[in-house]
């Protein structure tokens, strides 16, 4: 069964508006998720990487106030699309590894239009 | 700087046997990941090596030598079902996951 689950899998919304996206890890506990996103016939891209009870931890050019994270528990990351665009329609998806050498358990990702 | 190299597309016939080669290059080694990628859906787990050698599940194997820096994805008795994007993933030195752009396989019937 899936141990990383996400929340919600699809997003419509109009541009300006913001949205939150829900990472949870089922039955293990994750101090460290990541944040994916991934355009159309492209690989994924790493987005940041959410650190539990500290600040995430971004890649170069991805904006830290645009693209708000917060782990506030062992369980439990959120990725929040501030005053959302049409340029940031794409596919994000959030992982969290069991342990340091174990496989990144995937979310469905969650697919996010902004008209 | 750390790479990760795997074909951008292949072609294979269904009921064959295809082989998806990973070469990389990172700053320490922690282990090896392929996942499985259908369009519009998030990768799945298939395999992870850490030391050297092949590893079989079903109809998937995975090979890594950690000399040569090089990993492969052995698909036998391939299915349609089987036609996605295959990663290779490198977990480095700071336990960072490096990922390839992935392999497009295309089966045809």
């Known amino acids: 069964g899936a141990v990383v689950s996400q929340h919600p899998s699809w997003v419509i919304c109009k541009s300006g508006t913001s949205v939150k996206i829900e990472c949870r890890s089922l039955?293990?506990?994750?101090?460290?998720m990541f944040w994916y996103r991934q355009f159309p016939k492209q690989s994924l891209m790493l987005m940041a990487t959410?650190?539990?009870?500290?600040?995430?931890?971004?890649e170069q050019g991805v904006e830290k106030d645009k693209f708000l994270i917060n782990h506030a528990s062992l369980t439990l990351s959120t990725l929040t699309v501030t005053s959302a665009h049409p340029e940031d329609s794409s596919f994000y998806i959030c992982?969290?590894?069991?342990?340091?050498?174990?496989?990144?358990?995937f979310g469905d990702g969650t697919r996010l239009s902004i008209l | 700087g750390q790479n990760i190299d795997q074909p951008t597309e292949m072609t294979a016939t269904e009921g064959a046997i295809v082989q998806i080669n990973c070469t990389y290059q990172?700053?320490?080694?922690?282990?090896l990941f392929w996942y499985q990628q259908h369009a519009g859906e998030a990768p799945t787990f298939l395999s992870y090596?850490?030391l050297d050698g092949l590893e079989e599940k079903g109809r998937f194997s995975s090979f890594l030598s950690r000399s040569k820096g090089y990993s492969y994805l052995l698909l036998k008795e391939l299915q349609m079902k089987d036609s996605a994007s295959y990663l290779c993933?490198?977990?480095?030195?700071?336990?960072?996951?490096?990922w390839g752009a992935g392999t497009k396989l295309i089966i045809k019937p």
């Open positions: 992982s969290a590894p069991q342990g340091d050498n174990q496989p990144q358990h």
């Open positions: 039955d293990f506990q994750a101090t460290t």
């Open positions: 959410s650190n539990e009870g500290s600040k995430a931890t971004y």
């Open positions: 990172t700053s320490g080694f922690n282990g």
């Open positions: 090596n850490v």
């Open positions: 993933a490198v977990l480095d030195s700071n336990y960072q996951l490096i």
